[in-house]
């Protein structure tokens, strides 16, 4: 019975809208997850169309987020964080966890969670440079680089997907 409890004594239409209801709250829940590609290592190809044939726009590093926009075949039509579209193979990105990109020119690389804390070791990070999301605090993002380095930013100076 459940949360469907007497739905069949009201009929159909009734039924088709808690359905409706139930799919869209579903979708509008999930949308953001289901839309964030992270770009697993070595690197990616994004190319101008979902083929090998056609030309290649660009390398993206290891933990590169893209934003996926349509699918169309093995191959995912993506968005970076310029809003430049390409396509990239499914194999070569992942959906398993999330990934950052300094959007800012610079920003500040943190050993904590605020600017009281001091700045690691590699000070700053330029625009395009990625990670892998691991922790949010408030207005802070804790990210992995390849070599499992960890440090925080500042979350507006990045994208997150």
């Not at 987020?65 to 191959?75: A, I, M, R, T």
């Not at 964080?81 to 398993?96: F, H, I, L, M």
């Not at 395009?128 to 691991?134: A, D, G, I, P, Q």
């Given at each position: 019975?459940g949360?469907?409890?007497?739905?069949?004594?009201?009929?159909?239409?009734?039924q088709?809208?808690?359905?409706?209801?139930l799919?869209?709250?579903?979708?509008?829940?999930l949308?953001?997850?289901?839309?964030?590609?992270?770009?697993?290592?070595?690197?990616?190809?994004?190319?101008?169309?979902?083929?090998?044939?056609?030309?290649?726009?660009?390398?993206?590093?290891?933990?590169?987020?893209?934003?996926?926009v349509?699918?169309?075949?093995?191959?995912?039509?993506?968005?970076?964080?310029?809003?430049?579209?390409?396509?990239?193979?499914?194999?070569?990105?992942?959906?398993?966890?999330?990934?950052?990109?300094?959007?800012?020119?610079f920003?500040?690389?943190?050993?904590?969670?605020?600017?009281?804390?001091?700045?690691?070791?590699?000070?700053?990070?330029?625009?395009?440079?990625?990670?892998?999301?691991?922790?949010?605090?408030k207005?802070?993002?804790?990210?992995?680089?390849?070599?499992?380095?960890?440090a925080?930013?500042?979350?507006?100076a990045v994208?997150i997907?």
């Amino acid at each position: 019975m459940g949360i469907f409890k007497g739905l069949e004594k009201r009929g159909s239409s009734c039924q088709y809208i808690t359905m409706r209801t139930l799919i869209l709250f579903c979708a509008f829940t999930l949308s953001s997850k289901a839309f964030a590609l992270c770009v697993v290592p070595p690197k990616a190809n994004l190319r101008k169309g979902p083929g090998l044939n056609f030309s290649l726009i660009m390398d993206a590093i290891p933990y590169t987020p893209l934003k996926k926009v349509s699918k169309k075949g093995g191959w995912y039509e993506v968005k970076d964080v310029d809003g430049k579209s390409a396509w990239v193979r499914e194999d070569v990105v992942t959906t398993t966890y999330k990934c950052v990109v300094i959007k800012d020119e610079f920003a500040n690389i943190r050993n904590g969670p605020g600017t009281k804390f001091p700045k690691s070791g590699a000070g700053m990070g330029e625009k395009y440079l990625s990670f892998r999301l691991l922790e949010e605090q408030k207005e802070w993002v804790k990210v992995e680089d390849l070599d499992g380095d960890q440090a925080w930013i500042h979350k507006p100076a990045v994208w997150i997907q």
